[in-house]
């Protein structure tokens, strides 16, 4: 299943500039999903971070790996539409990412109780590991 950035505004209650995950090219409902983030010079956050040396900031990169989590619990045909993020563990920034990259966004399931789910993300550019993160989110049926 391929979402466009259309299709992931319906999943998610998030918005210019804090969108980050412009297309779904992989989704195995309840299991596993890959996104895309086109990372571009012109990204609110790189005018501080940093001025005449771009890099984007790794806890975007972790947010980034929580709303591809998101567009899969809300694709997973569970009750509820809103996942909250609760917390994460073991995270490594490994790469700087810049303006021009393509990050590509790899989420698993590690663990699902009721609402409460455990996931592993990690982020790629150009096949190369630039972060990780294991991390929980809880599923609410709050509108949005």
């Known amino acids: 299943m391929i979402m466009d950035v259309n299709q992931i505004k319906q999943a998610l209650p998030h918005r210019y500039p804090f969108l980050l995950v412009d297309r779904i090219i992989e989704i195995d409902p309840g299991k596993a999903i890959t996104g895309i983030k086109n990372v ?3 990204e609110q956050f790189f005018e501080g971070h940093f001025p005449g040396k771009p890099i984007m900031p790794g806890v975007l990169q972790v947010e980034a790996l929580a709303q591809a989590a998101g567009v899969l619990v809300t694709n997973s045909g569970i009750d509820g539409n809103m996942v909250y ?3 994460m563990d073991k995270v490594k920034f490994r790469k700087p990412v810049v303006p021009g990259d393509r990050l590509v966004l ?17 982020a790629f550019v150009d096949e190369s590991l630039v972060s990780e993160a294991e991390f929980t989110a809880m599923v609410s049926s709050e509108e949005f």
């Open 106 to 122: 790899k989420v698993a399931v590690s663990h699902n109780r009721g609402k409460v789910w455990k996931f592993k993300g990690e």
């Open 85 to 87: 993020f609760m917390s």
């Open 40 to 42: 571009t010079v012109n």
